[in-house]
């Protein structure tokens, strides 16, 4: 059994919560008439003030978990939370990595609920080769153990650069997909967001990848990455991340299209979420729907340059008739929810 140590203080901000699933985005709705007190404290970023790059998050068993690339706590570690503001570490969510990925080389692993069962679908760097692939590993509880007893991984694009950052979907049918990208700027080539459909049990891929997002704006530089995908009033938004992720060049991006499989169209002039004075390298994240709200969670560095790592922060996300807008990053944020 996970032991789940005691919260460290608190943010000015605290709820229970009762989740609902729809088109592959969180929802959860407010209980004990706490929202307007929670309007009143409002919260202050990061919420999480140590280094967690490329957080996901899954609600599952009455509280939120937070997943993110490896560090001090293992190959994958683990946060819990019953707000999205106050964070508890839980431990390594897979203590046991598979048998051809590297230790200590395991990126952005990303959880979903399937069959009544957990699917983490992660990054790890292979044994046989200096290149980066995507696998996926199953648990019966969200805090884990994940294992994946697969001899090889689930995507390897060997001749683009590797494959990187994996996001499953679970479309309004039912059917589950998997996003990720080619490693290409890791080896000089372009890098694409791919798309594949997976079987009913999401263990396999099926069908043929495509190509659903290139490289072809001015602003997105180095590559693009860390793709999200979420349905909102019958449109399909991908929000993905460009630019250098260690410095102010990283940013959030968005397309859209009227089904998972596209085509999908880029929006807006350029990125809707970039570094500021408060916040360097804001992106990778994903699109979280609060009772009528959604929101981002994402990760970003101290401006100052101060080695503290890539934190954990939450803003507000809005879709409106123009697409989405991201408040932030700021420190200080009124949780005032509002209607679209």
């Known amino acids: 059994m996970t032991h789940v140590p005691p919260s460290r203080p608190a943010h000015p901000i605290s709820r229970r919560a009762v989740l609902g699933v729809t088109g592959g985005a969180l929802a959860f709705t407010a209980l004990g008439g706490s929202v307007h007190a929670a309007a009143a404290a409002g919260y202050q970023n990061p919420v999480e003030p140590t ?3 490329d957080p996901a998050v899954l609600y599952a068993d009455g509280a939120f978990y ?5 560090g001090s706590m293992g190959a994958m570690p683990v946060l819990t939370s019953p707000d999205l503001i106050n964070w508890t570490e839980v431990g390594n ?3 046991v990595i598979a048998s051809w990925s590297v230790p200590g080389r395991h990126w952005a692993p990303e959880v979903i609920e399937v069959n009544g069962g957990y699917h983490s679908y992660y990054t790890a760097r292979r044994g046989d080769l200096d290149q980066q692939a995507v696998s996926v590993s199953v648990a019966d509880s969200p805090s884990g ?3 994946d007893e697969r001899t090889e991984p689930l995507v390897a694009q060997t001749d683009e650069g590797g494959s990187i950052d994996a996001s499953p979907f679970r479309d309004a049918d039912g059917s589950l997909w ?3 990208k080619n490693d290409g700027n890791a080896k000089g080539l372009p890098s694409y967001i791919y798309l594949q459909r997976l079987t009913d049990d999401g263990l396999q891929l099926q069908g043929e990848p495509q190509r659903i997002i290139g490289m072809d704006r001015p602003y997105e530089k180095y590559t693009i990455e860390g793709a999200s995908v979420v349905i909102v009033d019958g449109v399909y938004y991908c929000l993905y991340s460009t630019g250098e992720y260690w410095n102010e060049s990283y940013g959030v991006c ?3 299209a009227p089904s998972i499989t596209g085509p999908w169209t880029k929006g807006g002039d350029g990125p809707i979420l970039i570094a500021n004075d408060v916040a360097s390298g804001p992106g990778h994240g994903m699109p979280i729907k609060v009772g009528p709200h959604w929101w981002y969670v994402y990760h970003a560095w101290q401006p100052s340059g101060e080695p503290s790592g890539r934190l954990v922060w939450l803003s507000r996300l809005k879709f409106t008739d123009d697409g989405p807008v991201i408040d ?3 420190v200080q944020n009124p949780l005032t929810p509002k209607a679209r």
């Open 51 to 53: 280094n967690h790059p």
């Open 93 to 95: 969510g897979m203590p």
């Open 254 to 256: 968005w397309a859209s």
């Open 145 to 147: 153990p994940f294992v």
């Open 328 to 330: 932030g990053p700021t």
């Open 178 to 180: 998997l996003l990720w």
């Open 66 to 70: 937070l997943y993110s690339t490896a």
